[in-house]
Antibody, heavy 119, light 110 residues
Framework: EVQLVESGGGLVQPGGSLRLPCAAS????????IHWVRQAPGKGLVWVSR????????NYADFVKGRFTISRDSAKNTVHLEMNNLRAEDTAVYYC????????????WGQGTLVTVSS | QSALTQPASVSGSPGQSIAISCTGT?????????VSWYQQHPGKAPKLMIY???NRPSEVSNRFSGSKSGNTASLTISGLQAEDEADYYC??????????FGTGTKVTVL
């Protein structure tokens, strides 16, 4: 069974940092892109970032460039989202999402972890 | 562009058909046939309904269908059922190698 389990969410002050791990299981991790998608409370889905199975190729939404870094550890089947200089508008549920192999859509989603940026 | 444009809400009676539009630009929806649609019930993770504009995963009801013309994609739900009441989001791959979601549409079954 494909599973994506996010953790690391919580309350952080503006300007602070947080690192979100996503543990993957039930599939060949090294074959898939992994994405992060976020959803502010009561708002819509927003794509944040993705990392290729090679662990080198990454892409980011413009609003997080220079503040967020995505990485992956193939030995531990884990993807991380490092978030720095957090702002109130970064408050959201962050979903770890698998990109369908060879396609441009998302086929499995984690349950999400809530990040709250507030003083 | 921060998001693809969808109507905020669409409603219909059981058994009716409804359509949800998703308007983008020549840099996203109009650039490729990589539009997908997701259904989200309150408090739940999104679920894939349509991919590559018109393709439906095997586990999704054939009441759901997709299409595209130019920079606008559409999701049609036929034979509307109470369980279809949810939020729906379109998504497109872009020429910048990123992805963009729609603003979301709340579907209400009257």
């Amino acid at each position: 069974e494909v599973q994506l389990v996010e953790s690391g969410g919580g309350l952080v002050q503006p300007g602070g940092s947080l690192r979100l791990p996503c543990a993957a299981s039930g599939f060949t991790f090294s074959n898939y892109w992994i994405h992060w998608v976020r959803q502010a409370p009561g708002k819509g889905l927003v794509w944040v970032s993705r990392i290729k199975y090679d662990g080198v190729t990454t892409n980011y939404a413009d609003f997080v460039k220079g503040r967020f870094t995505i990485s992956r550890d193939s030995a531990k089947n884990t993807v991380h989202l490092e978030m720095n200089n957090l702002r109130a508008e970064d408050t959201a549920v962050y979903y770890c999402v698998r990109g369908a192999m060879g396609f441009y859509y998302f086929d499995y989603w984690g349950q999400g972890t809530l990040v709250t940026v507030s003083s | 562009q921060s998001a693809l444009t969808q109507p905020a809400s669409v409603s219909g009676s059981p058994g009716q058909s409804i359509a949800i539009s998703c308007t983008g630009t020549s840099s996203d929806v109009g650039a490729y046939n990589y539009v997908s649609w997701y259904q989200q019930h309150p408090g739940k993770a999104p679920k894939l309904m349509i991919y590559d504009v018109t393709n439906r995963p095997s586990e999704v009801s054939n009441r759901f269908s997709g299409s595209k013309s130019g920079n606008t994609a559409s999701l049609t739900i036929s034979g509307l059922q109470a369980e279809d009441e949810a939020d729906y989001y379109c998504n497109s791959y872009t020429t910048s190698s990123t992805y963009i979601f729609g603003t979301g549409t709340k579907v209400t079954v009257l």
